[in-house]
């Protein structure tokens, strides 16, 4: 009875209270949110959430401090295996240099940290034994020097003396080449005048004909030989193989005997014998002297002819000639001998000096100088420690164990990230470029290396790395946002959301990451505008108070323009206001006596109020079921699964 008074009292208050709440709401101006999924989170008090201020920061401002915005995007990220592991250096790309000769360090170039490029001079060092060599060079080739101008001397009176015998003979074997000319003349006008006479012509026409006669007879003797030696040749042959009578061969070896009696006949032709001496008795008959004498005078030209051209001081001059060049030579040779001992050692320490003999150490690799172990003035031996260390960091290795249940998702090329424990903020890609071909009995890993680019030499030797090895994405597009965006504050996750002109920190909820994105569960939507650059910073200055136009708007208690506007609209008539009042007067009443009748109430109602927005809904559990209600979370539309209420027996 009690309870059933309280509820209609309830229900006088409430259609009270509707009443004022109905003018309230229809006679205030409405709130316009910019985004349809942010509404009064734009409001939220420090105090209250924890959460930082809004930032106004003009177009200009942002441009000039680097921040930048990117669109919240709904898509597939890639996921794989993640596994740790540590920076490595290549194979080959960290050099010890050292001193390839005894000495001591004259000038180093060089200090630890030092970026160097192939070839570059390091250090310069200054050796006893390349020196003593130097000297012995240099003393040998000015030896060679004084001996090279002796033989150019001697070669030079060589050549004028060869020159003036060649000019002297070349005029005696002029004058010889006249005579000759002459005297070959004489003799050929008389032998001309001898062949005219009829006896020694006919001589001779006899004598030619029986010769070519002869030369017939010889010919034909020549292929019968010839058939008769093949005949018997092949005789023998087939005797020897049983393929004929021995008597066959016995005669191919007659008749061959007889073609060889045949040709010795016919190249002792009688009748060519006689035509010769017929040809000689006409001649000794004839008046021949003066034929004879013409003879006797060109063999004599000509045996001068011969001793010019063989004159004994131009060989002598030549000879003399080949040995002062043979000896130039040999000056030359010694010039090239004299620094050969000094070139070859420094060939072979693979090393330059100079004309001092100061021996410049150069960068084998292009690289970093890692650390020196030597100073100026230092005694320095190529056995002993080395002068400096030189790495190549430009592209290192990031290494770690994949298990063996894996291994046929991993492929070399494969793409993956990396991420260093002592650079949060950075992530490093790059591919698999070996995989290890053995198992490891205990732990059944097999390595892996990954090749990355390190154009800025912050990836070091030693750290701690983590990478992820993409194998796969995810099955339908999810929020994600990139990992530079999100600013972690005392133990919430933070991004910076565009309205306006003004940056505001919404709290999210991260899932799976992907490389350098990460995915948003909750605070975000898609299409909003977020900080992905500079956004610690933004944090920073709000902490410290944000700017001064966003403190001048929280004195003042004025709604961020980014966030609501107002609009002046006409007011709704009163009436409508006292009758929406009335209307719901007339229903708190009704409830409050419908559970004026009942024995057993509810003890509990579930009610949740927002914080940040001033308003609460509250939601009665009616007949022990379980309701679900829909509620607007900072504007966002979520399911909100109410407890189930147990019964009150209220006897």
């Given at each position: 009875m009690i309870f059933h008074?309280?509820?209609?009292?309830a229900a006088i208050i409430s259609s009270g209270y509707g009443t004022l709440l109905s003018l309230i709401l229809l006679?205030?101006?409405?709130?316009?949110?910019?985004?349809a999924g942010h509404g009064d989170e734009f409001h939220q008090s420090g105090e209250t959430t924890q959460i930082p201020a809004a930032i106004s920061v003009d177009a200009e401002t942002s441009k000039r401090i680097g921040i930048k915005v990117e669109p919240v995007r709904a898509q597939r990220l890639a996921v794989g295996i993640k596994t740790t592991g540590q920076i490595e250096t290549l194979p080959n790309q960290k050099v010890e240099v050292r001193a390839p000769v005894s000495g001591t360090v004259v000038e180093l170039l060089v200090k630890p940290g030092d970026k160097v490029s192939k070839g570059q001079t390091l250090a310069v060092l200054s050796s006893s034994e390349l020196g003593q060599l130097r000297v012995e060079s240099v003393s040998k080739r000015a030896e060679a020097e004084g001996n090279?101008?002796?033989?150019q001397a001697d070669f030079k009176l060589a050549q004028e003396n060869y020159d003036r015998q060649l000019q002297i003979s070349a005029a005696e074997i002029a004058q010889a080449k006249t005579q000759l000319t002459a005297v070959t003349q004489q003799y050929e006008q008389e032998q001309q005048l001898v062949n005219n006479r009829s006896v020694v012509k006919v001589a001779k026409e006899n004598y030619q004909r029986q010769v070519e006669i002869s030369q017939a007879e010889i010919a034909r003797a020549e292929t019968e030989l010839t058939v008769a030696k093949e005949q018997f040749d092949r005789d023998q042959e087939l005797v020897a193989s049983g393929a004929i009578a021995r008597r066959t061969m016995l005669e191919s070896q007659a008749h061959f005997a007889e073609a060889k009696a045949t040709v010795?006949?016919?190249?002792?032709?009688?009748?060519?014998?006689?035509?010769?001496?017929?040809?000689?008795?006409a001649e000794v008959d004839l008046p021949l002297r003066e034929l004879r004498d013409s003879q006797g005078k060109v063999a004599e030209a000509k045996a001068q002819l011969t001793k010019a051209l063989s004159r004994r001081e131009v060989l002598e001059a030549e000879a003399q000639l080949k040995r002062a060049k043979a000896a130039l030579e040999v000056a030359q040779s010694r010039i090239r001998l004299s620094s050969s001992a000094y070139e070859a050692r420094l060939q072979q320490l693979g090393i330059a000096a100079n004309d001092k003999g100061l021996v410049t150490v150069v960068a084998p690799i292009a690289g970093t100088v890692a650390d020196r172990e030597i100073t100026p003035g230092e005694s320095v031996n190529s056995a002993e420690k080395p002068l400096m260390s030189i790495l190549n960091d430009s592209s290192v290795f990031a290494t770690a164990n994949i298990y063996e249940k894996d291994l046929n998702l991993v492929k070399n090329g494969q793409e993956l990230t990396v991420k260093i424990a002592s650079l949060p903020n950075r992530t490093f890609r790059g591919k698999i470029s070996f995989i290890g071909s053995i198992v490891e009995g205990e732990t059944r890993a097999v390595p892996v290396k990954a090749l990355l680019d390190n154009p800025e030499r912050i990836l070091k030797p030693g750290m701690f790395a983590e990478l992820e090895i993409f194998t796969d994405k995810t099955a339908t597009n999810i929020l994600a946002i990139p990992v530079s965006a999100v600013v972690e504050a005392s133990g919430k996750q933070l991004v910076y959301v565009k309205n306006g002109d003004a940056f505001q920190a919404m709290e999210v909820a991260l899932g799976q990451s992907s490389g350098d994105l990460v995915e948003i569960k909750s605070g975000l939507f898609e299409g909003d505008l977020i900080v992905t650059q500079r956004a610690p910073q933004l944090y920073a200055q709000s902490l410290r108070g944000g700017s001064k136009q966003s403190k001048t708007e929280d004195k003042k208690e004025v709604t961020p323009k980014a966030t609501e506007a107002s609009f002046n609209s006409s007011p709704v008539p009163l009436w409508a206001g006292i009758g929406g009042g009335m209307a719901i007067a007339s229903l708190t009443f009704a409830i409050g006596a419908l559970w004026g009748n009942r024995r057993k109430f509810p003890a509990v109602a579930a009610s949740q109020s927002h914080a940040s927005n001033g308003f609460s809904i509250s939601a009665p559990m009616l007949n022990d079921e379980l309701v679900l209600h829909n509620v607007h979370n900072d504007n966002h539309h979520v399911k909100v699964k109410e407890a189930e209420i147990e019964k009150v027996n209220n006897k």
């Open positions: 008074k309280s509820a209609q009292f006679t205030s101006p409405t709130a316009v949110f910019a985004h090279l101008q002796q033989a010795a006949k016919a190249k002792s032709r009688p009748e060519v014998v006689k035509a010769e001496t017929e040809i000689r008795q």
